[in-house]
């Protein structure tokens, strides 16, 4: 064993993003805790901790970690859009006290643009965050369960999927392996039970203001990574979901024994599935309903499409014990929907929220603003949209209102990337908010027949009508 010590982190946001999402804070995360499972699984005597910034002061975090990190430490960062500054200096303290660092999670993760011949056009994030800072050892793409358990083994690492790293002042990237899920041992929550005040605290602060809705926090699992209408017809056009092409599935037998595990250790939370079109696959779908065992009473949050939601589905989905949703509406005109290659139509939308109020199923509705061809009429559409919603007796929802951001790894960031020279520079590849703000500004002038200010007029306009406000404009502030 190479190591005696891992310690994951999960920074906080960079200050200068001022974000807080509803999920962040208010949900027991599963990535750095599956990492942690199955390390602890392979080395039973290992010291293992995870940190997480969504609840604990990013400078106490700093301070342990500069604590415990030495030469026999592995440090493993998990990298968000909105932390990448932050994660430097984790880096920074850890890699000064000796210790060896890797940094992955979603944003090292997000896909490249190659050519035929397997050439970057729009470069892997893992290789850019080698190239551009000493302060790592390794980046990690996609599932880090394995590479993170072959690194304290000792392996030889020009062999271990995943993993990238430096050779003769070159960063090699070695192939990609996505892992049956079925193999990747049942995560152990246990490593953040010291956080389960902060997580209820901040749960019961964000949604105040949400009549009927008494829960302790969100517990997060996955059913699935991919979507399955990606891997029918690619994705939505600001999607930059590593892999959301490739779907794989749990077995739904497993998934119940977790959930029911969840059940007796957390009691009264919501069992979030953060899998990204739970309804895509009928024949999935059916065989997870198949599979519930008899008595389970389980809260459940799922993602799923306007287009989805029928009165039989929901019916179906109350019987499952689903009690909330989260919808991607992202737009009330039809031609914005068609230009984001959304499958969904606005008679869609509008009979998605009322059966939602009908069957009682609390709905987290997403509403864009800024996409090609944006008009001042599709921009009314939204604002009406959001007004409807609020009119609905006894709807039980609230609104992330946002202006889109090109997300690395999303089709309209390729866009831009490859139009202007000055993105594919030092100074914004390692920068994603410089980056993310100018694209921003600069997509809305090229693309939209109305102006930045506009739409972020309208983003106000609308969070008039939420009960909890969750917003991502010019500013990107909450």
Known sequence: MKFKRLVLVSPSPDKEWDISYTSTGTVVPPGLCSIATATRESFPDLEITVYDGDVEP???????????????????ISCKMLNHENCKVIGKIAKQKGATVAIGGQYVSSRALTDKEGKDIVPFVARDILEFNDVYDYSIQRDGESAVVDLIKGNDIEKIPNLCYRKNGEVVMNPLKLPCLDDIPPTDRSFVDKYLTEYSQKFKEQFKNVKNYERKYKVAFYSQKGCYKATQCGPCAFCAIPDVDKLRQRDPERIWKELGELKEKYGNVVAYDICDDFLGDKEYFEAFKK???PGLDVALRIYMTADDITEERLK???????????VGVESADADCLRNASKRATPTD??????LLAKYDIFADIGVLFGFTGETKESVKANLDFIKACSSIPNFRYYMCVSI???HRGSTIFNKLYLKHKKYQTK????YPRKCMLDMLEERIKEECDVDIDYLENAVTEGLKYSPVKVCLSRSLGS
């Open 291 to 293: 599979a519930k065992p």
């Open 404 to 406: 889109i951001i090109p």
């Open 316 to 326: 179906q989905l109350k019987e499952l014990g689903v009690d909330e949703v989260t």
């Open 427 to 430: 100074e914004y590849r390692n």
């Open 349 to 354: 939308n509008y009979n998605a929220v009322k």
């Open 58 to 76: 990013e400078e106490d975090i700093e301070k342990k970690v500069a604590k415990q990190c030495d030469f026999e430490t592995l440090v493993g």
